[in-house]
């Protein structure tokens, strides 16, 4: 994609399948081309070159309209209308699509409970009564008016204190394992991504340098540059995010008989690995799967 009068593309030879149901995160340093690659999906970004497929359907066939009433999209910038109620906003899609006025009430109601805003105190007020967290919330809400099966988010909650911050990611993760909506949500905060995705996607000067789960990218970064965004030197953040899965080896006859989860994470697994000599039995459920060491988490740390 490149823009009018630019030297060269924003985003370039870029080939990304996002799975349907998972939140995929677009992670990289500001001008990186994350907003273009995501505006391509709802077409505010026409690609100079290649394709978008949405469902399997070639965006470029469906009107523009059309297409953003079914995808749902969350700026920074909130940008509810401050001449319409909280409700008013909420229903101005599901108006636009003819829903009747008994099922866009019932859904406005439902959705402002989703995003945990009592509907009896906020239904009818203006966004200007509302703070910057709260606006956020019926951002999100509005944006799920229609139930859409994609939903595109653009840095959504950079502008919030990390405390309302937290609690709206934590909002979001749970609409997304409860609807099994597909997310791309864009980001320059790392710990925000990995706290979220499902994959991460990092982009450096317009082209994807790795697309992983984030306990894989975490454990084998695919380049320094990759190593350095996610400060994979910092042990705190490996520690939390490693499980033991990620670093087992073969199961082993000698091992044991302490064992671990397969799940569980370095740091919960550290109290066990220290107290226990040798190698421990880890587990999926019944099943043994493999062991590990000591060793093996300290060189995973040392990166
Ligand atoms: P990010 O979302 O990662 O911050 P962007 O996609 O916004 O990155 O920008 C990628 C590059 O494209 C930057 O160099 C930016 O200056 C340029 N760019 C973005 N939007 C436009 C536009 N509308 N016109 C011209 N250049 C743009």
């Known amino acids: 994609m490149t823009y009018p009068g630019a030297t060269r593309p924003s985003v370039d030879g870029v080939s990304l399948m996002v799975n349907a149901g998972e939140l995929t995160v677009l992670l990289g340093p500001s001008g990186c081309g994350k907003s273009t690659l995501v505006r391509t999906v709802n077409r505010l970004v026409e690609p100079t070159a290649g394709t978008v497929l949405v469902d399997g359907t070639d965006v470029r066939t469906t009107d523009p309209i059309a297409l953003r009433r079914g995808i749902g999209y969350v700026i920074q910038a909130i940008g509810l209308f401050g001449h319409m109620t909280i409700a008013q906003n909420i229903g101005i899609v599901p108006e636009l699509v003819g829903w009747e006025r008994t099922r866009i009430d019932a859904r406005t109601d439902e959705l402002l409970e989703r995003v945990r805003l009592d509907p009896s105190r906020y239904r009818n007020r203006y966004p200007r009564e509302l703070s910057g967290g709260e606006q956020q919330r019926v951002g999100v809400a509005r944006a799920l008016a229609v139930e859409p099966r994609v ?15 937290r609690s709206l990611q934590e909002e979001i993760r749970a609409i997304q394992r409860d609807l099994g909506t597909t997310i791309v ?37 695919a380049t320094p540059y990759v190593a350095e965004l996610l400060g994979t030197d910092d042990v705190g953040r490996r520690l939390a995010l490693l499980r033991v899965r990620d670093l087992m080896s073969a199961p082993d006859a000698a091992a044991g008989p302490a064992e671990l989860d397969a799940e569980a994470t370095l740091r919960i697994a550290l109290g ?11 587990r999926e459920g019944t099943r043994i799967v493999g ?3 000591l060793a093996a988490v300290r060189a995973a740390l040392a990166g």
């Open 272 to 282: 066990t690995l220290l107290t226990s000599p040798g190698r421990v039995v880890v």
């Open 185 to 221: 949500f864009v980001t320059h905060d790392v710990d925000e991504a990995l706290r979220l995705a499902d994959r991460i996607v990092v982009m450096q000067a317009g082209r994807i340098v790795q697309a992983e789960r984030p306990e894989q990218m975490l454990a084998h970064p």
């Open 291 to 293: 062991a590990i060491d």
């Open 151 to 165: 939903l595109l988010m653009d840095e959504p909650f950079g502008a919030l204190d990390p405390v309302v911050r």
